[in-house]
Structures are given as C-alpha cells and as structure tokens.
C-alpha cells in the first residue's frame, strides 16, 4: 500500500537556525515526489517538485532512494517560513499526490 | 487571472441532508480533483475527471458521495444522507492536463460541519 509518513507533527525553529523537514514514503515503482505548502490563511501551492530540482525560497529536498525519503531543508529559517508543509509522493498515469499529515513550521523571531 | 474558485466556503448540514458542493477550475484547465481533508490531516483523494470523463473515483468514501463534471468545467460534489464523520474541509484542484510538471492548483476549500 502508498504511505507517506512525516514524523514531526510539528516543528519550531529560531530565525536563521537550519530546519529540516521529514519525509519517509512506501510506494510501489518510483514515485514522483513533491512538497506542497500551506501559509497561515492562504490556499494550499506547490512548493517544489524533484523532478525539476529546483529550490524555491531557499528549500531543496533530496530523494535518498535507498531509505526512501525526500527530507525538505533549508539552511537558514525565515520568519516568513511558517507554515503547514505537506509531503507528497504521486504515481500511477494521472500522478495523483498521496499527502501525508504535515508538519506545522513555527519560526520565531 | 482568476484562481480556482469554491462555493459555499462554509455549510452546515444536519445529519441527513444532501449537500452539493461547487468547483470552477481555472478556464482551459483539462483536469480536476477533489480531495477531503479532515482536521489535522493531510488532503485525501476522492475523485478525478479529465475534461467531462471521471477517470477515477477510488477515493470516494461510500456511494453517497457523488461527483459530476458534465460540461468539462464546473464540477460538483454531491454528499447524500450526510454523517457527522463527513466533516472536513473539501479542496478541488485543477490543472492544465496530467504528468509530474503539472501543477495542481487548488481552490480555497469548503469547509462542511455536519451536525
């Protein structure tokens, strides 16, 4: 069966501290992976796709294959940072995203 | 120009009503989502059209959840007989056709509390 699992239910970093967001999925053949974000009374977006490998504000999220994660990172936080990250591994022809619970990022000042 | 566009924002339904939930894609968008989302938790899949044609329905819960999309635009959700556990907060997504460069982009969601 599809499983994403992100551990930290909630995470709370000082500004400029580095974060790291968990991501461990189980999936049948190899997922694309994507990391969608949430901002405190806007819409859910998309974030970053790996496929692209592309780093948007400051994020980039490495696919380790063998442990079968996709962690999002950044080096330095921003206050502007918090928010409801969701990962989310996507198969099959239509690429429907399986998103897991998310992990709430509280940067303080 | 305009987002992906959901109404109501908020309905309350006793237990036993049918509610009809609205989704206006952004125009010239090919696919459509729903998800549901229950408190705490991450978006589920319910159901997938592209254009008119619902090519998955894996998601939908019971029978009482319906969804149409006649046109290949709008599309509503339809939720029979509602019980309490259907409380969540229900988010429709477009995008331009499938594939993994293809991003979702997602309406502000209604929020259904079912008493």
């Known amino acids: 069966a599809q499983r994403v699992t992100q551990p930290e239910k909630l995470l709370s970093v000082f500004k400029g501290a580095p974060v790291e967001l968990k991501c461990n999925y189980s999936y049948s053949g190899s997922p694309e992976l994507f990391w969608y974000v949430q901002y405190s009374r806007q819409r859910l977006q998309l974030l970053l796709r790996h496929i692209s490998r592309e780093s948007i504000k400051g994020f980039t999220a490495d696919l380790n294959k063998g442990e079968t994660s996709f962690h999002l990172k950044k080096p330095f936080a921003q206050e502007e940072d918090s928010a409801m990250y969701y990962c989310?591994?996507?198969?099959?022809?239509?690429?429907?995203?399986?998103f897991g619970r998310g992990t709430s990022l509280i940067v303080h000042p | 120009g305009a987002g992906v566009s959901q109404s109501p924002r908020y309905k309350v339904a006793k237990r036993g009503q049918d509610v009809a939930l609205r989704c206006d894609p952004i125009s010239g968008h090919v696919s459509l989502f729903w998800y549901q989302q229950a408190l705490g938790q991450g978006p589920e899949f319910l159901t997938y059209f592209q254009n008119e044609a619902q090519l998955d329905k894996s998601g939908l819960p019971s029978d009482r959840f319906f969804a149409e999309r006649p046109e290949g635009s709008v599309s509503t959700l339809k939720i029979q007989r509602t019980q309490q556990e259907d409380s969540a907060v229900y988010l429709c997504?477009?995008?331009?056709?499938?594939?993994?460069?293809?991003?979702?982009?997602f309406g502000p969601g209604t929020r259904l509390t079912v008493l």
């Open positions: 989310a591994p996507s198969a099959g022809g239509s690429y429907i995203p399986t």
């Open positions: 997504a477009s995008s331009l056709s499938t594939g993994p460069l293809n991003e979702q982009f």
